[in-house]
C-alpha cells in the first residue's frame, strides 16, 4: 500500500523469514482520523502531551511489537489550543504581548491570545526536536509528503545499532509521530511507514490531489486542496483505551 521505490528496493535488497512469515494488517482508527499497517491489533493508550507552550493536550499512542520490533503511532490532538490560548489570554496583563492582537493578521498583531496558532504551526518542529535529542545518530532527515500531506521523514540508528525510522506530520490539527524500531541487522521498519494515511469521519482513505501543510490548511489561512476517497479495505480499530496513560 503505497509503496515508494526505496521502500520496494529495501523489502527485495533485505529479505527476512520473520517478515514473510509475519501478518501485517492495515488498521483505520477513525476517532484520530489515521490508517497503518501494524504487526497485530495495537494496544492503545491515553496520555498528556505537553506542548511547547506550556499547553495540556489529549494524545493517545497505538503501539505494537514483533519480536524485537516496535512500532507505535502517538497523535496528538491540538484542536483545543485555541480555547486553552483565549483562556490564557484573558488571565494575563492588557499590555503584556501574549494577550495583544487577533491572531488573523487583520486588525492589529498576528500572536495574541495566548500564542495558541504559533503553538500549532511550532508542533512538527517541537515534536522533531525531542526525537533528535535522543542518544541516537542522525543518518537522515528531510521533508517528506504522504498522501501529499507535509511531514518529516527522520532515520535514527541507536546506541545498540537498531534503527528507528520516523515520520512526524500534522493534519487537520492533530500531531502524528510515527515511529519503526527494527534491530540491527534486520531490514528498515518500510512496511509501516509506507502505510501511513488519513481518512474522513467515515474511515474512508483521503489523498490530496495538491500538497497539504496543516500551517495553512489546517489553520485555515487557504482553504485544503481538493481530496479523493476510497475504501481501503482495512479492519475498523478503536481508540478506546486499554488503560489509563501517563505523561
Not at 80 to 99: D, F, I, T
Amino acid at each position: 500500500m503505497r509503496l515508494t521505490r526505496w521502500v520496494a528496493a529495501v523489502l527485495v535488497l533485505f529479505p527476512s523469514p520473520s517478515v514473510v512469515a509475519q501478518e501485517w494488517d492495515n488498521f483505520v482508527f477513525i476517532e484520530d482520523r489515521f490508517e497503518a499497517n501494524f504487526p497485530g491489533r495495537p494496544h492503545v493508550e491515553n496520555t498528556i502531551w505537553i506542548s511547547q507552550l506550556g499547553y495540556e493536550l489529549p494524545a493517545r499512542v497505538y503501539s505494537a511489537s514483533r519480536g524485537s520490533e516496535r512500532y507505535s503511532a502517538t497523535v496528538v490532538d491540538y484542536r483545543s489550543v485555541e480555547a486553552l490560548g483565549v483562556a490564557r489570554a484573558k488571565q494575563c496583563l492588557p499590555s503584556a504581548e501574549p494577550c495583544q492582537g487577533t491572531q488573523d493578521g487583520r486588525e492589529g498583531e498576528i500572536m495574541g491570545l495566548g500564542y495558541w496558532k504559533m503553538d500549532i504551526r511550532g508542533a512538527l518542529a517541537y515534536a522533531t526536536m525531542q526525537l533528535l535529542q535522543r542518544d541516537a545518530r542522525v543518518n537522515d532527515f528531510n521533508l517528506q509528503f504522504q498522501q501529499v500531506v507535509e511531514g518529516y521523514f527522520l532515520k535514527l540508528t541507536n546506541r545498540d545499532d537498531s534503527q528507528t525510522l520516523a515520520y512526524i506530520t500534522m493534519h487537520e490539527n492533530r500531531l502524528y509521530v510515527f515511529e519503526g524500531t527494527t534491530p540491527a541487522g534486520y531490514p528498515a521498519s518500510a512496511i509501516f511507514q509506507a502505510s501511513i494515511g488519513f481518512v474522513d469521519d467515515e474511515g474512508r482513505s483521503l489523498r490530496y490531489t495538491d500538497y497539504y501543510s496543516n500551517a495553512v490548511h489546517g489553520l485555515r489561512q487557504y482553504e485544503p486542496p481538493p481530496v479523493t476517497t476510497e475504501r481501503s479495505g482495512a479492519l475498523v480499530g478503536t481508540a478506546d483505551a486499554d488503560r489509563p496513560g501517563g505523561n
